[in-house]
């Protein structure tokens, strides 16, 4: 009898040094990954939007278990985010190493447009971004060609007008790396497999067995995304397309299909010679998606020149088969990991900060646009964020400090210092998709109130009177309902299917963490959350 998947595909013969990737490998919201393989060792990052810091750089050596190793963008003068809104800021990066440079290519649709950064350690510190002069559109990508040539392609509306949203071609230009300027001929070469195709997206270049190769997403990052390619004997072009396009895409498997969005991918290749693809995909309940987009794995295979994604099966398995030996971060010696005495969480686990002990937050920590220098401290006492006047509804930078969700149903917790809270200000726990669409378990002078925020109006759906100076609050979040609680009682009830794409819109999955307003008024109060505790 076949072992099947989840989805009921066969996952095929174990072999005895190979092990198994689950997807998503990156669970929650990770989208539009890229990922290089640098001999043993593959370096992921994803888009960020308005969040800070930007580009988490993860690292892994089976293509299983990952560790983060830094964040690309860490300094306000690389990412500039000002009033950004959630789903502008940065999109779509690639990664790319050469000749002892890592570089990474990226869009801040709200500040500068494209840019490259350089590093010569994935773990940075990586450089100030070197603006691309003239390199308009999106989604941009660097080739290095056999002889060192370096090449941008990207995506930018019809040079002739766009006849329809979405109608946009994929241009190549050289790249002078010394002076880090486009030169030479720009040509659009690609604008899509399909008829009268929207948004060709997030290409990149490759070169195998004498063929260019342009791997892209088309048809919007919704329901209808999918993966295309074509090739070419010349970097110009023109360009062949693939017969069997599109080469993958979950676009036809119903509206109820657990696993939807599919696309935007990049290829590695492992030291074996076996190649494997990185893309975005989400997972749903009820046709709702809270946790945005997530990073998927595939096999690849080659057949008559063209790329095979998942042979026989043809669409995201629950588990791939990887053909490399097991690596386990925290038993590698030279693992940032080990390095840094697990300064990190591991991606998609359990976690319980005890703020008092950190002297630090670990990467995987996340702040909302640039952070004010005064935001937060650590203390002997835990963190203590400071009542800024904003509040989470405003395209300006609240104090809250929060973690990815990945799971559908979790737990998030605080215990909060609010004793001292006078007049308007409040602290506690934030549920968040958007300034508009988000959840809110807020402890005032007296008072805690459960307030959920939906079209960018609160409303209060829950309240109890508290006392005392230490608070514990839970959000408690069951698939698309969740359960507010204040020192063990529940004080309300609260659909969340409004906290999702389908509904807020945008590109973000939801984030959870500890949240601290004046509320209009500025004081230089702060108060003090003593541990924020996560578990699935």
Known sequence: ???????????????????????????????????????????????????????????????????????????????????TGHSRGLFAPTIRYYNGTFYVICTNVSHGGNYIVTATSPEGPWSEPHYLEGADGIDPSLFFDEDGTCYYIGTHPNPAGCKYDGDWYIWIQQVDLENMKLVGPKKDVWNGAMRDVIWPEGPHLYRKDGYYYIM????????????????????????ENYKKNPVLTHRHLGLDYPIKYVGHSDIVETVNGEWYMVMLAVRPLERYTTMGRETFLAKVTWEEGWPVVNPGIGMLTDEVEINLPEWLPENDPTSYTSRTGAFTAVPGSNRCYDFATMKKLGHEFLMLRNPREDMYRMTDK??????????????????????????????????????????????????MQSNDYNLRLEVFAGEAKAILCQAG???????????????????????????????GQEIAIAGVSALSTEVAGGFVGCTAGIYASGNGEENGNYVCFKRLCYEA
């Open 457 to 487: 109006k609160d409303e209060v759906i829950g309240s109890i009177a508290v006392s005392g100076d230490e608070q514990q609050l839970a959000i408690v979040v069951e698939g698309l309902t969740t359960r507010l609680l204040v020192n």
């Open 1 to 83: 009898m076949k072992q099947m998947g989840v989805l009921g595909h066969p996952i095929g013969k174990r072999g005895t040094m190979s092990v198994i990737a689950k997807n998503p490998i990156m669970p929650g919201f990770y989208p539009d990954p890229s990922m290089c393989a640098v001999g043993e060792d593959f370096y992921l990052v994803n888009s960020t939007f308005a969040y800070f810091p930007g580009l988490p750089v993860l690292h892994s050596k089976d293509l299983v278990h990952f560790e983060q190793i830094g964040n690309v963008m860490d300094r306000e003068s690389q990412l500039p985010l000002g009033d």
């Open 216 to 239: 892209h997403a088309e048809g919007g990052t919704g329901p209808d995304h999918a993966v295309s390619v074509c090739r070419s004997k010349d970097i110009w072009g023109p360009y």
């Open 382 to 431: 835990g963190i203590e964020l400071k009542l800024s006047p904003i509040t989470m509804k405003e395209n300006q930078t609240s104090s809250y400090v929060a973690i990815r969700q990945q799971h559908h149903s979790f737990t998030v917790k605080t215990t909060v210092c609010a004793g001292k809270l006078t007049g308007k200000e409040s602290a506690g726990l934030a549920y």
